[in-house]
Structure formats: structure tokens, C-alpha cells
């Protein structure tokens, strides 16, 4: 059904859609290139929310270059769009551009397009193919994928630990487990998700300020604090900026008089404080999470925390992918990975499959997601 030149154009329209990496949440991550004549005639990739479409920027792209799409071929990683969100409908500018054909990598899962803009490029006569490299594509929009048909976002568990899986020392001191290049590499993780969460004992013990510095990025992942006591220092480093990146505490209730003032003291610094209570007085961590897909539209979400509530996490099945980093020590006594309790049997123990591992500069990095 495809050709190697095919194969060859998407691969390119999948490195424009990495471009997008860090930029395009909540949106999804899509690159598109336009061939004529055996030549890229235009390329594009989603610019920040609000700003045009990896199809868009390629047809603009094209014209800028002097060159025509009509009778073209547009390679794109996903879907085009046949709603009207921020932006308009892709699919009405594919159209008007009258390429030949438009062969898409995967469909689109957002329920309010789910094949509407391929029937109506179709209905243009332009010819169309779905599925060119759909694996490689679904890869790169995990968390939009999520959201979109769980409606839940894709939480990734960061695990900085030593050969024999200790995060801390007994006393807490844990900086730094691994070397410069996993840290910096830690950060292509933070800036690729649409939050970063730590819990309350993390900001105490620590006091990280959790953006991204070791990479270059347009745009700050929000920062999240699981606290149900509502304990944040005011002065905690997490808090700082709140303006451009946006912060939320999430406490289990604010019923009274003095969490009411120290949520208001919060606001006042554009903090945001909520209330998502278990039966148990602590944060629903389940209850979080679907509130960020469904009322924030956050597709990934990056998780720095510590053996609580890595514990916390696991147990309550919150986890989609663990990240982690094995420095090549063996520490002895100290902070396990998380707070699990002992298996009864092996025959119940949650299994994970490795989808990755890599050297970084002394470390190893495992990815792992569930079986």
C-alpha cells in the first residue's frame, strides 16, 4: 500500500512533529510535510496553543517559498482537524490548497474529529490514506491520546535510585544519586509534560524549585503539590513565578478557618488551592488526575516525588510509565524507591515491561510501562 518513498516522506514529517515536543500541549504533536515533483515543497509543526497547525505553517510555508500545493502530496502524522477550537479547521485549508492526496500516519482520537476530517478531505476528491507509520506516531502523542479516550492523562514516575534501588540516604539527603547528563536529561522530561507533581514532603525536605533549566524550551510544564494539610512553606522555591507557569496546591479539604487563610494568602500570589478529598482525609489521587485531562486539558503528566507518595501512586494504580535512573553505586541502608506494602505472593505482584533503556553518561535509564 506504501511505498519506501512514503516511508521516507512521513519519517520527515515525524521529525517536524518532534519539534513540537515541548511546545504544542495541550495540543497534540503533529508535523506535516508537503512533496511535488519529488521535493519538500513545505513543512510545518504545531506552533503554542493558539497558533496554526503543522498543516497550516506547511501550506504557508510552501507559498513563502514561491511554490504551489495544488496537486501535491501532504504527509501528516495525524489526522487534520475538522473542528473549530482556537484555531479553524485544518481540513478547510487543506482543502482549499487542493493537493492530490493527503496520507495520514493515525486518526485523530479527539471524539470531535474521530474520522470526520478524513470523510471530508474525501468528499473534496482528494485522495486519502490513513495509517503510514501509526506506531511511531502514537508514540509521540501518548498523553493527548489518553486524555482523549480515558480521559486521563499519561502520568510518568521519575526514579532517581542506586544500583541496589535506594532513593535517599536514612536522613533524607539525596543530591545528587545520579551524574549531570541523566539530571539534564531529567529535564527533557520535565519540558515535554504539561505538569510536573511533587508531594509536600519533597518541597520541605528539598525545596526544588521543578522547571526546566537543562534544556531550552518556550514554555514552563505547571507545577503541582500534592499537600493535604495544606503545609507548603510560603517560601518554598516551587512557588516562585507562579504567573508564568501556573501552580496548584491540592489539599484534602478547606473547611477551616485557617486553611481558608492560607489558601487566601496563596491566591493572592496567583497560587491556585483545591480540595480533592479521599475517604481518608488525604488528596484523591485518582480524583486529581482526572480533574487535570478534564477541566485543565493536560495530556502528560511528570511526577517527582518522594517514597510516599511514589507508594501512594503506584497503589492506587495512578501510574502509566515509570522513568527511571540507576546510578552505578550500591548504597546500603536507606529510602526505598516507594512505600509498598510486601507482596502476600508473587502471583500478585504488578508487572511492567521495559519499552527502553539507555546509557546516560554513567547512569542507566529504564522506561517502563505496564504489562
Not at 498543516?55 to 511554490?67: C, F, K, L, M, Y
Not at 545528587?176 to 527533557?188: C, K, V
Request: with cysteine.
Amino acid at each position: 500500500m506504501y511505498t519506501a518513498v512514503d516511508y521516507q516522506w512521513m519519517g520527515e514529517a515525524l521529525a517536524e512533529a518532534q519539534k513540537a515536543l515541548y511546545l504544542a500541549n495541550p495540543n497534540p504533536r503533529v508535523g506535516c510535510v508537503i512533496v511535488k515533483d519529488g521535493q519538500v515543497i513545505g513543512r510545518g509543526f504545531t506552533q503554542r496553543v493558539g497558533g496554526p497547525h503543522a498543516e497550516v505553517q506547511a501550506i504557508s510555508d510552501a507559498r513563502a517559498n514561491g511554490r504551489d500545493p495544488m496537486g501535491s502530496t501532504v504527509y501528516v502524522t495525524l489526522e487534520p482537524c475538522s473542528h473549530t477550537g482556537r484555531t479553524p479547521p485544518c481540513v478547510n485549508t487543506l482543502i482549499a490548497a487542493k493537493p492530490a492526496k493527503v496520507i495520514a500516519a493515525m486518526g485523530d482520537p479527539n471524539p470531535l474529529v474521530a474520522g470526520n476530517g478524513l470523510k471530508r478531505l474525501t468528499a473534496a476528491g482528494i485522495e486519502v490514506q490513513c495509517g503510514l507509520m501509526e506506531s511511531e506516531a502514537k508514540v509521540l502523542n501518548r498523553g493527548f491520546i489518553s486524555r482523549m479516550t480515558r480521559r486521563l492523562p499519561w502520568v510518568r514516575l521519575k526514579i532517581a535510585a542506586s544500583l541496589d534501588g535506594k532513593t535517599a540516604l536514612p536522613g533524607g539527603e539525596s543530591q545528587w544519586i545520579t551524574g549531570p547528563l541523566a539530571r539534564a536529561d531529567g529535564h527533557h522530561w520535565r519540558a515535554q509534560a504539561c505538569a510536573i507533581v511533587t508531594g509536600v514532603g519533597t518541597v520541605k525536605e528539598d525545596d526544588p524549585a521543578l522547571n526546566v533549566r537543562d534544556v531550552e524550551t518556550q514554555r514552563q510544564p505547571w507545577r503541582i503539590i500534592v499537600d493535604s494539610k495544606l503545609e507548603t512553606p510560603p517560601q518554598a522555591k516551587i512557588l516562585n513565578k507562579a504567573d508564568q507557569s501556573g501552580v496548584i496546591i491540592v489539599c484534602a479539604n478547606l473547611d477551616t478557618p485557617e486553611a481558608q487563610e492560607k489558601a487566601k494568602a496563596f491566591n493572592a500570589r496567583r497560587i491556585e488551592v483545591i480540595a480533592i478529598p479521599n475517604a481518608h482525609g488525604k488528596v484523591d489521587l485518582p480524583k486529581l488526575f482526572a480533574f487535570l485531562a478534564q477541566e485543565r486539558e493536560m495530556n502528560e503528566i511528570h511526577v517527582e516525588s518522594g517514597f510516599k507518595l511514589n507508594g501512594s501512586m503506584l497503589r492506587e494504580n495512578c501510574v502509566d510509565e515509570l522513568l527511571l535512573y540507576y546510578s552505578p553505586f550500591l548504597m546500603g541502608e536507606g529510602i526505598g524507591m516507594a512505600n509498598i506494602p510486601a507482596l502476600s505472593s508473587l502471583k500478585s505482584r504488578q508487572d511492567w515491561h521495559i519499552i527502553d533503556q539507555s546509557l546516560i553518561g554513567s547512569d542507566l535509564r529504564l522506561r517502563l510501562i505496564k504489562s
